[in-house]
């Protein structure tokens, strides 16, 4: 099984300021066959289910904002908030679908 | 619009079973495998089981293989989970979502409860 580990396990920015999410996988998860990362990040705020943000590692999802950009390949990886909102404090997670059993980072929990 | 709604959750004594449906609108859901994913009180997410697109394949965690069965009816456009035997580890919310071939999850459900406790 490949292992996601996200650091830090909580973060607090101040508003308008970046935050910055690391995750890391126990092997890679680039694909040789079409030099994709098969790697997304999830937002989650209570009480609702994730929402996708970046999928293939560095695609932003249509309708997510600008300041969520996500980089990274192989085995290490980043989220990036710019300009952080109030609307973001939430939990993030990173997910690899490269092989099964697919599987998360413990995630991330977000603060101002 | 695309929409996925989970039913079937509650409390359950362990030991006895369960039946998840998560009912699929405004996509073609034929064409999208699908996925259960649980989140314990708390705590992150956790894959279950995955179904192709055409229910030919199937797999699950360690955690829930023997136990519970995925299955779909694409006439219906409703995904399934059957869940036996259950555990207290086993209480959480499960959430229903698809994914287009071998990618990501979207879209998701809004999730059922499941809590099992005697």
């Known amino acids: 099984d490949i292992v996601m580990t996200q650091s830090p396990d909580s973060l607090a920015v101040s508003l308008g300021e970046r935050a910055t999410i690391n995750c890391k996988s126990s092997?890679?998860?680039?694909?040789?066959?079409?030099?994709?990362?098969?790697l997304a990040w999830y937002q989650q705020k209570p009480g609702q289910p994730p929402k996708l943000l970046i999928y293939?590692?560095?695609m932003r999802e249509s309708g997510v904002p600008d300041r969520f950009s996500g980089s990274g390949s192989g085995t290490d990886f980043t989220l990036t908030i710019t300009s952080l909102q109030a609307e973001d404090v939430a939990v993030y997670y990173c997910?690899?679908?490269?092989?099964?059993?697919?599987?998360f980072g413990q995630g991330t929990r977000l603060e101002i | 619009q695309v929409q996925l709604v989970e039913s079937g959750g509650g409390v359950v004594q362990p030991g006895r079973s369960l039946r998840l449906s998560c009912a699929a609108s405004g996509f073609t859901f034929s064409s999208y495998g699908m996925h259960w994913v649980r989140q314990a009180p708390g705590k992150g997410l956790e894959w279950v089981a995955v179904?192709?697109?055409?229910?030919?394949?199937?797999y699950y965690a360690d955690s829930v293989k023997g136990r519970f069965t995925i299955s779909r009816d694409n006439s219906k456009n409703t995904l399934f989970l059957q869940m036996n035997s259950l555990r207290a580890d086993d209480t959480a919310v499960y959430y229903c979502a698809g994914a287009l071939g071998d990618m990501w999850f979207d879209p998701w459900g809004q999730g059922t409860l499941v809590a099992v406790s005697s």
């Open positions: 092997q890679s998860v680039l694909h040789s066959s079409n030099t994709k990362n098969y």
């Open positions: 293939w590692a560095s």
């Open positions: 997910q690899q679908y490269y092989s099964t059993p697919i599987t």
């Open positions: 179904i192709w697109y055409d229910g030919s394949n199937k």
